[in-house]
């Protein structure tokens, strides 16, 4: 015997669905999901050494004979439990969106992971595997703008209900609306978003779980599903939490380039299973080559977010303190802000960061708030977050145009609310950039 270690040493024993041998741990020692980013999931030797995988531009798969046909159709087709042990059809999967699959699922240890075509293909998927006319949805409000016109007006139309619970609202106020939404009949899905866009109020995954637990029992259970694309995966997983299941805009932070759009949904292989089967049916897959894109984002995940939360405090500290500024909604200032004692808390016991997505109120209305964007130099104009580059918007006057003032002030969304994603830019250059622009009015 050798000292190097052998082969299932090196696995951990455990080939990947697709039967492909993956490095997890070393000895006792369970590696990061930021080595594993590398290369989990892919076996150079089944692509000729390549080491980085092709892209697999096929429509369909060969099989090696007419009886391994036949069992790929039985998981395909769902008459056996957990998809297709081969590939079979590009609406189904490919090589690529498989080793994606696998990579994603390793940030939250989720048991399963799907990819999808863009973060609201993920969530109508969802939607779509999981009620039928007359269940309703409980969700946290406000939610993602498209999010909520997929709930109340498409899913309306086919007899969907749904209820809903203020982001911040506390154990009680989650009970009573749960008790009500139980007496209505079916509740098909929990639907959280944290934070909430562009109030940054947190939800108490933990309370709603311990929630749900107390009102509902056995078959009627039904499942907490989140978007967790403000935070995910390195500041907050909602899974650890009592989440069921975890939504992602991929086009956000984990693609984190601007340059491609994609959804992403992890969970327990129960409940992937039951949504694969609706995405192998409306084909809301991604492409291999967004697949591939993907992939190389994974790669430099941590190291992405990391310099833009690090750069995100600096800025955020610098801003508060400008004369221009009435106030930051920023995550990392819960803690010091008199009157979020309760968020705080939940950011607590929630999150390992505060992001690097925040609200900028500037002294004034509109006029100022389109002063201060139209001065900006480095940081650009532009809807989105999440990329390696900076970004600022007026929510008002764009995503929330079309939103009625009475829940404009609701929501807090006001004229003089600007929204900052921070990249990873130089910090003292962004800076600088947003001095000159406060500056400028
Ligand atoms: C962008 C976004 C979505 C929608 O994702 P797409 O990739 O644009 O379809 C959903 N939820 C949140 C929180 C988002 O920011």
Redesign the pocket.
């Known amino acids: 015997m050798s000292d190097t270690p052998n082969e299932d040493e090196l696995t951990g024993g455990a080939p990947t669905p697709a039967g492909r041998k993956s490095v997890e741990r070393i000895g006792d020692r369970k590696l990061k999901p930021s080595t594993m980013m590398m290369g989990h999931g892919y076996d150079p030797m089944l692509s000729e050494g390549a080491l980085k995988p092709p892209i697999f531009l096929t429509s369909t798969f060969v099989f090696p004979n007419a009886a391994a046909g036949k069992r790929h159709f039985e998981g395909v087709t769902g008459k056996r439990p957990g998809g297709s042990e081969g590939l079979v059809y590009s609406r189904f999967n490919g090589p690529n969106q498989e080793i994606l699959e696998d990579r994603l699922g390793v940030w939250e240890e989720a048991e399963d992971a799907l990819a999808f075509s863009?973060?609201?293909?993920a969530?109508a998927t969802l939607f779509l595997s999981m009620v039928k006319p007359g269940d309703t949805i409980v969700h946290s409000g406000p939610l993602?703008a498209?999010?909520e016109t997929l709930i109340g007006r498409i899913l309306g139309k086919f007899g969907v209900n749904w209820l809903d619970f203020p982001a911040g609202a506390t154990r009680e106020e989650i009970d009573a609306v749960l008790r009500q939404a139980a007496g209505n009949g079916n509740v098909a899905l929990i639907y959280l978003?944290s934070p909430a866009?562009p109030t940054n109020a947190l939800v108490d995954i933990q309370a709603v779980a311990a929630s749900r637990d107390a009102i509902f029992t056995g078959e009627t259970k039904p499942p907490i599903a989140i978007?967790n694309?403000?935070l995910g995966p390195l500041w907050l997983q909602p899974l650890k939490h009592g989440a069921d299941i975890v939504v992602y805009?991929?086009?956000?932070y984990a693609g984190g380039h601007s340059d491609l759009?994609?959804?992403g949904v992890l969970g327990t292989k129960e409940h992937i299973n039951t949504i694969r089967s609706m995405r192998n049916t409306i084909g809301t897959i991604c492409d291999p080559n967004t697949a591939w894109m993907l992939m190389r984002s994974l790669e430099t995940l941590e190291l992405r977010m990391s310099r833009a939360g690090e750069n995100a405090i600096k800025v955020c500290e610098f801003l508060r303190t400008h004369p221009n500024v009435e106030r930051v909604g920023y995550l990392g200032f819960l803690e010091s802000t008199p009157g979020m004692e309760r968020q705080a808390d939940i950011y607590r016991r929630h999150c390992t960061g505060a992001g690097s997505t925040f609200s900028l109120i500037v002294k004034g209305g509109e006029k100022e708030a389109f002063a201060f964007l139209d001065a900006l130099k480095i940081a650009k104009l532009a809807v989105?977050?999440g990329g390696t580059e900076t970004l600022a918007s007026h929510p008002a006057a764009m995503t929330h145009l079309s939103v009625p003032e009475e829940r404009k002030q609701a929501l807090g969304i006001t004229d003089n609310l600007v929204r900052i994603s921070i990249g990873v830019e130089d910090a003292d250059d962004l800076i600088a950039d947003f001095a000159q622009a406060l500056d400028s009015f």
């Open positions: 863009s973060g609201m293909s969530i993602y498209a999010t978003e866009n978007d694309t403000f805009s991929l086009t956000k759009v994609a959804g989105s977050l």
